[in-house]
């Protein structure tokens, strides 16, 4: 679903993503972690095409986004994005929210878009909440209102960037359970988290950034108990 290959980008003379070389399968949960300045951003943001790289190659379901004629609005059609601020339209309700882009990009009528928008909604936990604006409710309340809105437009991928990292400590965990619940029904995901209970539970792998190389890949339960390189170790030791 995703690939990498030898990718590297600039930001003016900082190099910002160094030989890149990863790949994700349809159904993989990664969870991409380092220290702040380490390129995670910036790295996932390639994926849906809001960051423009200048060597190496990124295919992202079959979307060649090194080729001039790449076709960014069919692929971020594909390619949810949550964002640590939950960026809600503030005169709209939960509901709306959710429908707009369905109605607005995907072309669906008002009652389908309506449907699907409140089936989300209450998967979400939120079936009481969709008359309710944004600022009626908590940040967790919101941000899952905001993993509902990508969900209805029935993405291939999921893209999550410290999508907890706004959000008071009792609500973490209400959103961490939906993300879980994704990745159970087979969501390509990848996930920028310093949630190190998440990535035990259900990271396939987990990708440990620094300087804008990825230093080490494993999988979880090693990456936790028997990190590899000196930086990681230092990095948990922090986190953990
Ligand atoms: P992380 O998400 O791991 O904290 P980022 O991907 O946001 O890291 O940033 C990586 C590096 O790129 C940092 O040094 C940051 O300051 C720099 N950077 C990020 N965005 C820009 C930008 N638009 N212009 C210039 N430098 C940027
Ligand atoms: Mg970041």
Redesign the pocket.
Known sequence: MIEFTNLNKW??S?H?LKDIDLSVAKGEVVVVC?P????????IRCVNGLEPFQKGRLVVDGFDLGSRSARLRELRMEVGFVFQSFNLYPHKTALENVTLAPIHVRGLSKAEAEDRGRALLEKVGLADRMQNYPHQLSGGQQQRVAIARSLCMQPKIMLFDEPTSALDPEMINEVLDVMVSLAREGMTMMV?THEMGFARKVADRVIF?DRGAIVETADPESFFTNPRSERSRDFLSKVL
Request: proline letters at 0%; a positive charge; charged letters at 5%.
């Open positions: 930001f003016g900082l910002v380092g702040s300045g380490s390129g995670k951003s910036t790295l920028v950034m």
